[in-house]
């Protein structure tokens, strides 16, 4: 960027204007930029960078002074920036820039207030001292941002003079459309080249990435000055930052991650700020601006609320890149693994669940479910594959350590999957549902972590596992009868969300790939009924069934110690007494036709008898 001359030329002089200013008519046609200045040597690079983006004829500045009282310092500092402002507007290329001195305490609050008045199109910040490696917003940038009434641009400036190249990165998402419109601007009114770039994983190929930026710029206004880049790399990141030099300014999105978000998976935006070697614009969308959006985007109904094509084209593009297995899939998928495993064997709830919350299953599924409503045959196999290699992984695992750490008798965990019922499918319905519904309503991404604990798909796989190696083949069908249901569930429940939410299959080539697509979905529509027969056949008897009263009563007067389900096919009851007196064969079958009753099946009956011998008390002779 041009630096500020030394000398000050005073021009005409610019109008200055108090809290309560009114701005004209033709100031709110323009194209409104609020700058708020602190610094005197950020102040003229802003100033032109501002001028750039709002452009020459209809732009407008606002150099916003916020002042924390009217003494000579303020006043000091406000002449400062005012002869910066005059020898700024002497340049060629600028817009009219106007000074307005806002006194307050909270700067945050007077930027706000200004741009509220104004009704401005942009605000633009700019870091104050920003040390490389270690760029923090701070609170007045995170304030701003977060309560704006417009888009917020910040400005983290660089040692190099100038920027020849601007690079904006982009993915398929609306944020990188928003982006790619701010480097447009900033082209037109820099005169600089403009260069998308895009980073591709290498299980894409690099013909497909390339479709998908092209697609996405050509909704952008003035995209054909647009250059398209594509490369290929793992983390995208260090993919950016090794093709730009200190001459590239970039233009980033903010990340609109949760803090948790953006701990696991990392902040891209954040990175780029930190060691870009160049200077980097950060855009930052409103909350307000984006409700906006999204609504005029989206045709809305009360009961059917109906995705944009943009918003279908976005969740396609998570779900290809979601199916497609990696590293950290396998990484996740031996360490969730491993908890469930251990917390299954120690019987302990608490860790098992930790387990879910860890386990990756549920992104290819849903994945599986997109493929599947809109007939996307290479994204169901690769969903599909992933997901198989992901069970394939799980029950190595399980079965491992079955072997390693060898159990007298299957915990209440093991049991609990090993005997699953309608009821367990009834979750996993809700669970698809949730599942989908979050992938395509990004403001509820919060609910993922309850599905992933609702689902519960890595327990079943690792149960399966410990089972089969503990000879425990009953139970080993049960847990992989759970999760057979558990997935056919989760996929067919996000097909019929994301078909509710407007996405339909695309147009098939050819009778053939129609014929193959109705296969698959009769497949698994057929799934639905055979899974709940076998649920059904193979629940787990409870003891909440058994009437105790009736039992103790046909037992009386032996004291019912205990009443247990030992086992299940076929059913075994076992009652511990204590008695004084024998217990007749007739009384047995009494009590074991009760059990059958209440249970609705053949009921074996075992009766472990305690028997009690009372001494006398002999008086001795006085």
């Not at 041009?2 to 309560?20: A, C, D, F, V, W």
């Not at 820099?190 to 013909?207: F, I, Q």
């Not at 701990?263 to 780029?272: E, H, K, P």
């Not at 596992?465 to 429940?493: D, K, P, Q, Y």
């Amino acid at each position: 960027m041009t630096r500020i001359p030394e000398s000050y030329e005073i021009q005409k002089p610019l109008r200055e204007y108090s809290n309560g200013h009114q701005p004209t008519a033709s100031v709110k046609e323009r194209y409104t930029i609020v700058v708020p200045l602190a610094n005197p040597y950020t102040a003229p690079i802003l100033l032109e960078l501002a001028s750039a983006i709002a452009g020459k004829d209809n732009g407008h500045i606002l150099a916003l002074v916020v002042t924390s009282g009217y003494g000579k310092e303020a006043d000091d500092r406000v002449d400062q920036i005012y002869k910066i402002i005059r020898a700024v507007r002497k340049w060629e290329d600028t817009c009219e820039i106007e000074l307005v001195k806002h006194p307050g305490m909270q700067v945050a609050a007077g930027i706000l207030e200004i741009a509220q008045q104004y009704e401005a199109n942009q605000i633009l910040l700019g870091l104050s001292d920003p040390v490389r490696g270690q760029v923090e917003l701070g609170d007045v940038a995170q304030a701003v941002t977060e309560h704006a009434p417009c888009d917020v641009l910040i400005y983290r400036d660089s040692d190099s003079p100038g920027f020849t190249r601007i690079v904006v990165p982009v993915g398929g998402s609306i944020a990188s459309r928003v982006t790619v419109s701010m480097g447009v601007r900033l082209a037109k009114g820099t005169d600089r080249p403009c260069e998308a770039l895009h980073v591709y994983t290498n299980h894409r190929p690099e013909w497909e990435s390339r479709m998908r930026v092209e697609k996405m710029l050509a909704s952008v206004r003035g995209y054909n000055i647009v250059q398209t880049k594509v490369v290929g790399g793992i983390n995208e990141a260090d993919t950016v930052l090794g093709n730009i030099g200190e001459n590239d300014i970039l233009v980033v999105g903010k990340s609109e991650r949760s803090s948790l978000e953006k701990w696991l998976y990392g902040n891209t935006a954040q990175r780029l700020l930190d060691r870009a070697p160049g200077p980097v614009l950060l855009v930052a969308r409103s909350q307000e601006h984006s409700a906006d959006q999204a609504q005029n985007r989206r045709r809305l109904s009360w009961l059917r609320p109906v995705l944009a094509d943009i918003e279908q084209d976005q969740i396609v593009w998570g779900a290809q890149d979601t199916a497609a297995p990696s590293l950290d899939y396998f990484v996740l998928i031996i360490v969730a693994s491993m908890l469930a495993s251990l917390g299954l064997l120690l019987d302990s709830g608490a860790v098992v669940i930790g387990a879910m919350l860890v386990a990756p299953l549920m992104g290819p599924i849903v994945s599986f479910g997109v493929g599947l409503v809109t007939a996307r045959f290479r994204l169901l196999r690769q969903a599909a594959v992933t997901v198989a290699l992901g069970i394939l992984t799980a029950f190595a695992v399980g079965f491992i350590l079955g072997k390693l750490v060898p159990l007298n008798a299957p915990t209440q965990e093991l049991l609990g999957r090993g005997y699953p019922s309608i009821l367990d499918a009834g979750v996993a319905v809700g669970a698809g549902f949730i599942a989908a519904y979050a992938t395509a309503r990004r403001g509820i991404p919060a609910a993922l972590s309850g599905v992933a604990i609702a689902a519960a798909l890595v327990p079943p796989v690792n149960a399966f596992g410990l089972n089969l190696a503990f000879g425990e083949t009953r139970l080993a069908l049960g847990a992989a009868l759970l999760f057979c249901a558990n997935m056919v569930s989760i996929a067919l429940v996000a097909a019929l969300v994301f078909f509710w939410l407007g996405m339909r299959p695309r147009r098939l080539p050819n009778y053939r790939h129609r014929l193959r697509y109705a296969a698959i979905l009769t497949t698994l529509v057929l799934m639905v009924p055979v899974l709940v027969i076998m649920l059904n056949f193979g629940r787990r008897v409870s003891t909440e069934r058994i009437s105790d009263s009736a039992v103790k009563a046909v037992l009386a007067p032996a004291q019912v110690l205990d009443i247990a389900v030992v086992d299940h096919d076929p059913v075994v009851v076992q009652a511990t007494i204590m008695t004084s007196d024998d217990l007749p064969r007739e009384t047995v079958n009494i009590a074991q036709d009760i059990l059958s009753s209440d249970l609705g099946e053949p009921v074996k009956l075992q009766v472990i008898v305690h028997r009690v011998v009372e001494g006398s008390i002999s008086q001795r002779p006085e």
